[in-house]
């Protein structure tokens, strides 16, 4: 009976909260939210958005970054992996850049600012040597009015999620019988790729694409971190507009959610025609019989892509422990003159509270999306339905349709029956986003299981649970710790939930290193980025070292 109840609902938690907050956003956005006063749909809201200063530009950037985002990335993954896969080199670089999806945005986000910041890390290596500076110059590089850096941001961290996605799609794209057989006719590994292995897979990761597209035109910790202020990205003004003592402003601000909603559905909209403009140039460039068999230079220059990407990501985190321990550091200096903890037990009785509710949120809803992912798997294995492509599009819903569009909705619903800022609901929200990557991490290793064992087992008289619990779970503890793990990573990043659901009144570490941007003492900022850093981390380490623990005896089941 409970494994029954597992698909449906899942699918109740992924679909009805994004249905019911995208009602309960649109009517506000309309004029109608009665407990406020607005009784009639009206129209005034829109007009007043639309007559917002710097509205449009806002949204320009919004949808450029988006766009602009996805496609450097996607690249950069589709010619890193058409040039290097199944190389020593290519293994080297994945486990390089594979611990970055453990690294939440926000603080990849920092690190990067205090990299290239005028008085960043990287002016001071260059200064006063290479630069004659003896001041930080002034150029506005962090929070430039076209979002470049923001876009830099997302870029270096959608890079590992994409190679993750990719990566599990390989295996049944055939590529390594596909490029045996385009390199026997002439063709180089990057066209053979393109020509014969990379549509298959494009079509397996094409919605983890559309996620990478919904989630960085809709970001708002990143973009309050390294997006442009005059204006800034639409999804910022939604969060200030939401938050603003002024309760008349909902209606603003539901309105705002609209818009960002048709901004993230043009950009899916304009992606797609980039798709089949690609494969027209990708159909064409095959039936010319172009064989592009020198392509070192272009391999050499996703190799270069991949891992500078991972290198300023590394930089950038070991600048902020550098920053959390820092005593004096006046520009140019390379390092700073003192070392000590001053910091830390300043910021330590701060701290206590965010980081308890981080790792208590995190660990419930984690834990819940585990139970929900395995009854949903094993159901998978009785009737072979559940995990087809239509649960698929479900599991992938909360992560296509932007934040901001239905979590306003979803708030007032909250406050409507008063359990807003209470940490039920705060887990319960978290869970929503941490379903989708519990689940996607542990469906390819749970489906890769050989079902022989339990064959043999129920051979043996073993029931099917005895068989569960005694044999396939304790054979994918590894896999089902590095869901975990993912899904703890994900709850710890979470931004906009925590701030609107907890509604202040229950903080994160990453509220609160949010919410530090805006002021100046990098001191304090490292700190909180580096715990933010650290707990994934952690998570990780964990789902490494127990297996192994765990495992010690037996060998078959070590990594």
Not at 43 to 50: G, K
Not at 164 to 171: E, Q, V
Not at 457 to 483: D, E, N, S, V, Y
Request: proline letters at 6%; aromatic letters at 10%; glycine letters at 8%.
């Amino acid at each position: 009976m409970l494994i029954r109840l597992g698909p449906p609902l899942t699918i109740a938690l992924l679909a009805g909260p994004i249905l019911l907050g995208l009602g309960g956003t649109l009517l506000p956005a309309f004029g109608y939210l009665p407990a406020l006063g607005g009784e009639a749909v009206t129209f005034d809201p829109l007009r007043q958005l639309l007559a917002e200063p710097g509205i449009w530009m806002s949204s320009m950037v919004s949808l450029a970054s988006g766009l602009v985002t996805t496609l450097v990335a996607l690249a950069a993954v589709m010619l890193f992996v058409a040039g290097w896969s199944g190389t020593s080199m290519f293994a080297r670089v994945q486990h390089l850049i594979s611990p970055l999806l453990s690294v939440p945005h926000a603080a990849a986000a920092f690190g990067l600012a205090f990299l290239i910041a005028p008085s960043g890390m990287i002016a001071r290596l260059v200064s006063p040597e290479l630069t004659g500076w003896q001041r930080p110059p002034d150029i506005l590089i962090v929070n430039d009015p076209m979002g470049f850096s923001m876009m830099a941001g997302l870029i270096v961290k959608e890079i590992p999620f994409l190679l993750l996605i990719a990566l599990a799609a390989m295996p049944q794209a055939d590529a390594a019988r596909t490029r045996a057989l385009t390199a026997s006719l002439g063709y180089g590994r990057i066209a053979g790729f393109l020509f014969g292995v990379w549509p298959p897979v494009y079509q397996q990761i094409r919605l983890a694409v559309f996620a990478v597209i919904a989630f960085a035109t809709s970001v708002v910790d990143v973009a309050a971190i390294l997006g442009p202020t005059a204006p800034a990205p639409l999804a910022v003004r939604l969060t200030q507009w939401m938050q603003d003592p002024e309760l008349s402003m909902r209606f603003l601000a539901s309105s705002g959610a609209l818009l960002q909603l048709v901004i993230t559905a043009a950009a899916l909209i304009i992606w797609i025609g980039l798709e089949r403009v690609g494969a027209l140039l990708r159909k064409f460039a095959c039936e010319a019989g172009w064989r592009f068999g020198r392509d070192t230079w272009l391999r050499q220059t996703a190799l270069a892509a991949m891992v500078f990407a991972a290198a300023t990501v590394f930089a950038g985190l070991a600048t902020l422990c550098f920053w959390s321990f820092a005593g004096l550091w006046p520009f140019p200096d390379v390092l700073p003159d003192t070392l000590s903890a001053k910091t830390w037990v300043k910021t330590a009785p701060r701290i206590g509270s965010p980081l308890a509710t981080t790792f208590v949120v995190a660990l419930l809803s984690t834990l819940l999306a585990l139970l929900l992912s395995v009854l949903c798997l094993v159901r998978e294995d009785e009737t072979g339905r559940i995990g087809g492509r239509w649960v698929l599009g479900f599991i992938y819903l909360p992560l296509i349709v932007p934040q901001v569009a239905f979590l306003f909705g979803l708030q007032l619903l909250f406050v409507l029956t008063g359990t807003v800022a209470s940490l039920p609901a705060l887990v319960f929200v978290h869970l929503i986003f941490v379903l989708p990557y519990v689940f996607l991490s542990l469906s390819d290793p749970w489906r890769a299981y050989d079902r022989r064992y339990e064959a043999i087992a129920a051979g043996l008289g073993k029931r099917r649970w005895a068989t569960l619990f005694r044999i396939r779970l304790p054979m994918l503890t590894r896999a089902l710790l590095t869901a975990a793990a993912v899904g703890f990573a994900v709850s710890v990043g979470q931004y906009l939930p925590t701030v609107l659901i907890g509604a202040g009144r229950l903080d994160t570490i990453t509220t609160e290193a949010v919410a530090l941007a805006s002021g100046g003492n990098r001191r304090v900022i490292g700190v909180y980025a580096f715990l933010q850093m650290l707990l994934p981390a952690i998570g990780f380490l964990v789902a490494t070292l127990l297996p192994a623990l765990i495992f010690r005896h037996r060998r078959a089941l070590r990594a």
